[in-house]
């Protein structure tokens, strides 16, 4: 019995993560060589000719800019909030979850010391924290962004140095959502190494419908 508590434990939570990190590692590869074989390669190129056509526009495109990216940077304060009040919730329950450690005694849940407690709670922490910071820093580059496009005269910016702050804080946003995403199937640890399993299996198979709008598209090898 006790062996097969260390198996899955041993076994099932490293291939989950493997399995999470390999599939974002593959995503990259598209992003960086074949852009246009994810949504967030095209959406990002859509977003270059559409800083432009803003930047070269008259006082109304400038409004219709604020008003675009105000939903992105609202989408963003509450993505940071629901990482922040998570992690603070786990932090609050941590305590109460190892005194009630004894309920968990099945195979099913995995090794329950209380250094496996540590690890498991301190992973999620760690996701829910850099989850909030890249989101953090979105929110401040999208807001220096907002401020660029409508910069004129003596304040304006060359249109290179607006894409990149730009661009910078949408690719915050984007690592701030996944890692929130990827600190869901950790706090299944919690359950044990089987619910672990079956959420990153679910998580990665969500995230390829998402990610790849056209299943028909060849391998980007």
């Known amino acids: ?3 097969l508590i260390h198996y899955l434990d041993s076994v099932l939570v490293p291939s989950s993560i493997f399995l999470l990190v390999g599939y974002h590692t593959y995503l990259w590869h598209c992003l960086k060589n074949k852009p246009f074989k994810t949504t967030s390669g095209f959406n990002g190129s859509r977003r270059k000719l559409w ?39 786990v932090a609050a329950l941590i305590n109460n979850t190892y005194n009630a450690s004894h309920l968990l005694n099945s195979t099913i849940f995995g090794s329950q010391s209380g250094k496996i407690y540590v690890l498991k709670f301190s992973l999620a922490s760690a996701f829910l924290s850099v989850s909030f910071l890249c989101n953090s820093m ?11 496009i409508n910069a004129s005269g003596e304040f304006s910016s060359s249109a290179d140095y607006t894409q990149t702050i730009f661009q910078r804080g949408f690719l915050l946003n984007f690592i701030g959502n996944r890692v929130l995403c990827i600190s869901f199937p950790v706090l299944m640890w919690t359950f044990g ?3 672990v399993a079956l959420s990153s299996l679910a998580l990665v198979f969500v995230s390829y419908q998402l990610d790849f709008s056209d299943k028909n598209l060849p391998s980007c090898t």
């Open 193 to 195: 190494p089987v619910p």
């Open 51 to 89: 800083l432009l056509d803003m930047k070269e526009g008259d006082e109304k495109k400038g409004m219709l800019a604020v008003q675009s990216l105000r939903n992105t940077l609202m989408a963003t304060v509450f993505i940071a909030s629901i990482a922040i009040i998570v992690n603070l919730s």
């Open 138 to 148: 979105a929110l401040g580059y999208l807001t220096d962004a907002n401020f660029l």
């Open 1 to 3: 019995m006790m062996n």
